[in-house]
């Protein structure tokens, strides 16, 4: 069977190898009840104009572009999802829209992302749900990661929060360093994760100056690929293969079939915290980060910012 591949841009000769893969593949289930009085219907948070008519994948799209070049963006969707992210994607070709036959969690996700890249590109995961005000400041953080993960050894980088409270809902990173927390702008090792902590356990993360996960991460992609198959050998062994017929027109039947067998698969519980005592962290400091998983958290955030949508404006 002759197989028919479809044309595609490689990295390699794009910039300096440096990529974007933003994740918008999730379903938004924990701030349904607000999209959908929003919107009117089931599209998941981040196609949700939430910032009066503008989307926190528009906002992610607008705070990147200055640092990645848009034939080095990609972006991880859902195939149910492609009336919602169509029209925000108008200016994206195919072969940048990695999309799931469905979704699987961000595991099974980031692996075929990075499959998409050369071995040899670095590669910056940017969540498209979060909301960030200070984007100048935060860019330069990412900026700073690039270069560690280019160093010798390939170190990937995490994204660290200054936190404004003892949150429990949100992952922290409790960093290598000083008793009292790491400076803003420091890159430490990582000792630890810890995933929705108990308010006790929270309070004492916060008063050592542990760090909010932001679950934005940069390294190389051979790097992210060999902690991959080392901490999930089933879910790698399944979908690494695949690659060879990437850029094909089975491509999308291969990977179907496949995300029929695999389990659903958090990268953060079963990757990074398997892999802790290998990442550093970057102190991106006070950001005006906020993940919009709740409503009080849209509302918080909006209220701080002194912001008024029209939609808050119906709902009063």
């Given at each position: 069977?002759?197989?028919k591949r479809?044309?595609?841009?490689?990295?390699?000769?794009?910039?300096?190898?440096?990529?974007?893969?933003?994740?918008a593949?999730?379903?938004?289930?924990?701030?349904?009840?607000?999209?959908?009085?929003?919107?009117?219907d089931?599209?998941?948070?981040?196609?949700?104009?939430?910032?009066?008519?503008?989307?926190?994948?528009?906002?992610?799209?607008?705070?990147?572009?200055?640092?990645?070049?848009?034939?080095?963006?990609?972006?991880?969707l859902?195939?149910?999802?492609?009336?919602?992210?169509?029209?925000?994607?108008?200016?994206?070709?195919?072969?940048?829209?990695?999309?799931?036959?469905?979704?699987?969690?961000?595991?099974?996700?980031?692996?075929?992302?990075?499959?998409?890249?050369?071995?040899?590109a670095?590669?910056?995961?940017?969540p498209?749900?979060?909301?960030?005000?200070?984007?100048?400041?935060?860019?330069?953080?990412?900026?700073?990661?690039?270069?560690?993960?280019?160093?010798?050894?390939?170190?990937?980088?995490?994204?660290?929060?200054?936190?404004?409270?003892?949150?429990?809902?949100?992952?922290?990173?409790?960093?290598?360093?000083?008793?009292?927390?790491?400076?803003?702008?420091?890159?430490?090792?990582?000792?630890?994760?810890?995933?929705?902590?108990?308010?006790?356990?929270?309070?004492?993360?916060?008063?050592?100056?542990?760090?909010?996960?932001?679950f934005?991460?940069?390294?190389?992609?051979?790097?992210?690929?060999?902690?991959?198959?080392?901490?999930?050998?089933?879910?790698?062994?399944?979908?690494?293969?695949?690659?060879?017929?990437?850029?094909?027109?089975?491509?999308?039947?291969?990977?179907?079939?496949?995300?029929?067998?695999?389990?659903?698969?958090?990268?953060?519980?079963k990757?990074?915290?398997?892999?802790?005592?290998?990442?550093?962290?970057?102190?991106?400091?006070?950001v005006?980060?906020?993940?919009?998983?709740?409503?009080?958290?849209?509302?918080?955030?909006?209220?701080?910012?002194?912001?008024?949508?029209?939609?808050?404006?119906?709902?009063?």
């Amino acid at each position: 069977m002759q197989l028919k591949r479809i044309k595609s841009r490689n990295t390699r000769s794009n910039g300096h190898g440096r990529c974007a893969m933003i994740l918008a593949g999730g379903d938004g289930t924990r701030l349904k009840a607000l999209t959908r009085a929003i919107s009117g219907d089931e599209r998941p948070k981040q196609f949700c104009p939430i910032l009066n008519n503008d989307t926190l994948l528009v906002q992610t799209r607008k705070r990147i572009r200055q640092n990645f070049k848009p034939e080095n963006t990609y972006y991880i969707l859902t195939k149910d999802h492609e009336k919602f992210y169509q029209p925000l994607l108008l200016d994206v070709s195919r072969q940048r829209k990695i999309i799931q036959s469905r979704n699987k969690g961000t595991a099974p996700a980031i692996l075929v992302g990075l499959l998409k890249l050369p071995i040899d590109a670095t590669v910056a995961f940017f969540p498209s749900d979060h909301y960030i005000s200070d984007k100048k400041s935060f860019m330069k953080h990412i900026k700073r990661a690039f270069k560690t993960a280019e160093l010798p050894g390939h170190p990937i980088v995490l994204v660290g929060i200054k936190p404004e409270c003892p949150e429990t809902s949100y992952g922290w990173i409790e960093p290598i360093g000083s008793p009292f927390g790491t400076a803003k702008g420091e890159i430490s090792k990582v000792r630890r994760f810890w995933e929705k902590p108990t308010a006790d356990i929270a309070d004492k993360l916060f008063k050592r100056g542990c760090l909010w996960n932001s679950f934005v991460m940069i390294g190389k992609v051979g790097k992210f690929l060999e902690m991959i198959k080392r901490t999930l050998p089933d879910l790698y062994d399944e979908i690494e293969p695949l690659k060879a017929f990437f850029g094909t027109d089975i491509e999308n039947v291969l990977l179907e079939e496949a995300y029929e067998k695999i389990e659903e698969t958090n990268f953060s519980n079963k990757v990074l915290e398997g892999c802790a005592d290998e990442l550093y962290v970057v102190n991106a400091g006070d950001v005006g980060w906020s993940d919009w998983g709740e409503p009080q958290r849209v509302f918080g955030s909006l209220e701080r910012l002194g912001i008024k949508t029209d939609w808050m404006l119906a709902m009063a």
